[in-house]
């Protein structure tokens, strides 16, 4: 309200979207809270459900990582087309026909008969998630006005959470007590929140506009494609890292060349002058690298390594979700008022901590007593993270690039993911080679030294990455504005 002339008050114009009435911004972000969760709970229940499917199929350490890094590969290669489509032919229409493809995707993995044919279909499942996790955000960005949507993302973060942690918990029951190809029937649960979040956007969008001028970078996803294969292959077989690391450097120049030539370039360049932008995106990398890989070999030590069931590794992962859930919400509203750049650091830190616990406590093997309180403070530590980022990321470039800024910071998280897994799989490997181990890390295995061999690589694992956290808080600290009222566009 502001005062005008004889005390009279004059309320400040209500926000209006064409794209929906307002009436319908509960369902819409109900609509977004289900897509997100259909790449969380994917990711959590493959990681859980890897040494099931390793022993059913018979996959290999580096077919393992491929299960989950197919995936990552053509969800970070094409996310950045998959926001510039939403644009080109409709949000609405691109966020629909995504989660079609990730159905699709979802069914195709529930019927692989192989190992190799399970990779594809994670491939495949990969392009749905990449048109379909852009338009999560762009739907809050278009439904709610500015001023309340830290705390629309923070409710979507909170939400997303807790629907995720009912995926993996079912999953855990499943793999608990189920048949050894149970794991098959664990894709299906995308299947209906799937049908519903398509139900609520199909019914609720008013107008979605598109704009026919836009263009797609074609030529930048491929060579992003080949960049970020090339990487994943170099780091996940070391024997052909000379020639894929090669590769993999002219196809990333090759890329740079074309953005910075490029008439609509997916990755506009110029949003790298910008410091705040460039933090941003550096903290994520570096964060979300610790936590991809802790959250995809941790799984296979306690089961493989330690004997534990599926349920129990469930249920030691649900502290975490639950802070995260219970205080994404009031992080994100408080970075409508506090800038972002201390609560990030901080919450890295927490994170950092950790997992250095968890990296110290490894080898007790007290999984309740040590590794699910570690768990939890990592949760907490990524509940003053999460909303935040994408506040800071939105908030550190002008109004018409918050669209293409926060596909950017997923497509950066995502990579993290895709790297990390690739290069640890590996250091976990070698480790668990040098410490005397006879079977394959991860594996369920009673053979001598097995046990020891696998606590000793995840402690490098664990160890390693809570560095990585530090660094994050410290690249939040210097490069993001901390309090409110200084700008993040410099």
Known sequence: MIRNGASQRVAAPRFRSAFCEEAARPYLLAAAILASALGFI?????????????????????????????????????????????????????????????????????????????????????????????????????????????????????ASALTTAIGPLIGGVALTYGSDDIWRWLFAVNIPLGLIALGLLLSHVRQDDADPARGLDYPGAVLASIALGCAAYALTEPSSASWTAQAAVVAFCAFLWWEARSTHPMVPLVLFQN??????????????????????????????????????????????????AGLSTRAGALADRLRAGFMIAMGASIVGVALALMA???????????????????????????????????????????????????????IAGLVAVA??????????????????????????????????????????????AFVSAVIAWIGLPRYAGSTARR
């Open 42 to 158: 994917d990711g959590t229940i493959v990681s859980i459900a890897l040494p099931a499917i390793r022993d059913n199929l018979g996959a290999t350490l580096s077919q393992a990582q491929w299960i989950s890094n197919a995936y990552m590969l053509s969800l970070s290669a094409l996310v950045l087309v998959g926001g510039a489509a939403g644009d080109r032919f409709g949000v609405g229409r691109v966020f629909a026909a995504g989660i079609v493809v990730f159905m699709v995707g979802s069914l195709a993995c529930a019927l692989a008969p192989t190992v190799e044919s399970l990779i594809a279909a994670r491939a495949a499942k990969g392009v749905g998630a990449a048109i379909m996790i852009p338009g999560s955000l762009a739907l809050i960005a278009r439904t709610y006005p500015k001023e309340e949507r830290g705390r629309a993302i923070g409710i979507w973060s909170a």
């Open 275 to 324: 410091r705040g932008f460039v933090a941003a995106n550096a903290m994520t990398f570096t964060l979300y690298f610790a936590l991809s890989a802790v959250l995809f070999f941790l799984p296979m030590t306690v089961i493989g390594g330690w004997g534990l069931t599926e349920i129990t590794v469930t249920l030691g992962f649900l502290p975490m979700t639950v802070l995260l």
């Open 360 to 414: 110290i406590t490894m080898s007790l093997r007290t999984f309740w007593m040590a590794t699910a309180p570690a768990m939890g403070l990592m949760g907490l530590g990524m509940s003053l993270v999460v909303a935040p980022l994408s506040t800071a990321v939105m908030g550190s470039v002008d109004d018409h690039d918050t669209g293409t800024a926060s596909c950017i910071n997923n497509a950066v998280s995502r």
């Open 423 to 468: 290069l640890m799989g590996t250091i976990a490997g070698a480790v668990y080679s040098r410490s005397g181990g006879m079977a394959s890390f991860g594996v369920t295995s009673d053979l001598p030294g097995h046990a020891h061999a696998t606590d000793r690589a995840f402690q490098i694992v664990a160890g390693s990455t809570s560095v990585l």
